[in-house]
Protein backbone atom coordinates (compact mmCIF):
# COMPACT_ATOMS: atom_id res chain seq x y z
CA UNK A 1 0.00 0.00 0.00
CA UNK A 2 2.67 2.38 0.71
CA UNK A 3 4.49 1.93 -2.40
CA UNK A 4 1.56 2.67 -4.18
CA UNK A 5 1.02 5.68 -2.39
CA UNK A 6 4.76 6.10 -3.49
CA UNK A 7 4.12 5.91 -7.14
CA UNK A 8 0.94 7.72 -6.92
CA UNK A 9 2.90 10.92 -5.27
CA UNK A 10 5.84 10.23 -7.77
CA UNK A 11 2.96 10.64 -10.66
CA UNK A 12 1.46 13.74 -9.70
CA UNK A 13 4.82 15.21 -8.87
CA UNK A 14 5.96 14.34 -12.67
CA UNK A 15 2.50 15.78 -14.11
CA UNK A 16 2.88 18.67 -12.46
CA UNK A 17 6.62 19.19 -13.49
CA UNK A 18 5.60 18.59 -16.46
CA UNK A 19 2.61 21.12 -16.24
CA UNK A 20 4.91 23.69 -15.11
CA UNK A 21 7.38 23.14 -17.55
CA UNK A 22 5.02 23.60 -20.55
CA UNK A 23 3.27 26.74 -18.77
CA UNK A 24 7.01 27.75 -19.04
CA UNK A 25 7.77 26.98 -22.62
CA UNK A 26 4.36 28.59 -23.76
CA UNK A 27 5.40 31.72 -21.44
CA UNK A 28 8.84 31.83 -23.33
CA UNK A 29 7.32 31.44 -26.39
CA UNK A 30 4.96 34.56 -25.21
CA UNK A 31 7.74 36.65 -24.17
CA UNK A 32 10.64 36.11 -27.05
CA UNK A 33 7.18 36.87 -29.69
CA UNK A 34 6.65 40.26 -27.39
CA UNK A 35 10.82 41.06 -27.72
CA UNK A 36 10.48 40.11 -31.43
CA UNK A 37 8.34 42.34 -32.24
CA UNK A 38 9.85 45.53 -30.26
CA UNK A 39 13.05 44.82 -31.35
CA UNK A 40 11.42 44.80 -35.07
CA UNK A 41 9.33 47.90 -34.37
CA UNK A 42 13.11 49.38 -32.91
CA UNK A 43 14.97 48.00 -36.04
CA UNK A 44 11.65 49.71 -38.44
CA UNK A 45 11.92 53.30 -36.56
CA UNK A 46 15.75 53.47 -36.66
CA UNK A 47 15.38 52.61 -40.76
CA UNK A 48 12.15 54.81 -41.01
CA UNK A 49 14.85 57.78 -39.55
CA UNK A 50 17.66 57.02 -41.56
CA UNK A 51 15.77 57.29 -44.23
CA UNK A 52 14.20 60.06 -43.34
CA UNK A 53 10.28 58.84 -43.24
CA UNK A 54 7.95 59.08 -40.73
CA UNK A 55 5.53 56.38 -40.05
CA UNK A 56 3.03 54.97 -37.46
CA UNK A 57 4.12 52.46 -35.05
CA UNK A 58 2.62 49.36 -36.88
CA UNK A 59 4.40 50.66 -40.09
CA UNK A 60 7.50 50.31 -37.80
CA UNK A 61 7.11 47.13 -36.84
CA UNK A 62 5.72 45.70 -39.77
CA UNK A 63 9.23 47.08 -41.98
CA UNK A 64 11.67 46.11 -39.21
CA UNK A 65 10.27 42.53 -39.03
CA UNK A 66 9.57 42.31 -43.06
CA UNK A 67 13.35 44.17 -42.86
CA UNK A 68 14.84 41.28 -40.87
CA UNK A 69 13.73 39.10 -43.47
CA UNK A 70 14.81 40.61 -46.46
CA UNK A 71 18.15 41.71 -44.65
CA UNK A 72 18.91 37.85 -43.74
CA UNK A 73 18.17 36.56 -47.20
CA UNK A 74 20.08 39.44 -48.77
CA UNK A 75 22.85 39.23 -46.74
CA UNK A 76 22.55 35.70 -46.77
CA UNK A 77 23.39 35.70 -50.75
CA UNK A 78 27.10 37.30 -50.21
CA UNK A 79 27.67 34.65 -47.32
CA UNK A 80 27.55 36.58 -44.51
CA UNK A 81 25.03 35.59 -41.45
CA UNK A 82 23.91 37.45 -37.97
CA UNK A 83 26.04 35.58 -35.05
CA UNK A 84 24.64 37.88 -32.32
CA UNK A 85 22.11 40.25 -31.07
CA UNK A 86 23.92 43.52 -32.81
CA UNK A 87 24.32 41.84 -36.22
CA UNK A 88 21.21 40.87 -36.31
CA UNK A 89 19.88 44.06 -35.40
CA UNK A 90 22.51 45.75 -37.88
CA UNK A 91 20.82 43.37 -40.58
CA UNK A 92 16.92 43.89 -39.52
CA UNK A 93 17.76 47.80 -39.87
CA UNK A 94 19.34 47.71 -43.47
CA UNK A 95 16.66 45.37 -44.67
CA UNK A 96 14.18 47.85 -43.20
CA UNK A 97 15.83 50.10 -45.59
CA UNK A 98 15.97 48.37 -47.98
CA UNK A 99 11.79 47.53 -47.66
CA UNK A 100 11.45 51.36 -47.21
CA UNK A 101 13.06 52.31 -50.27
CA UNK A 102 11.52 49.60 -52.82
CA UNK A 103 7.99 50.80 -50.90
CA UNK A 104 9.00 54.71 -51.94
CA UNK A 105 9.81 53.08 -55.33
CA UNK A 106 6.76 51.52 -56.01
CA UNK A 107 4.30 52.99 -54.20
CA UNK A 108 5.04 56.87 -54.22
Known amino acids: MITLTILLIIALICVLVGCLMGLFSLLGVLVSLAVGVLVGALAGYVAGRFMGTETSFSRNILM ?3 GS ?3 EFVFGLFGIH ?3 SFTS ?3 SVVGACICI ?3 QKFFS
Open 101 to 103: WVG
Open 82 to 84: ATG
Open 64 to 66: GVL
Open 69 to 71: FVG
Open 89 to 91: FAI
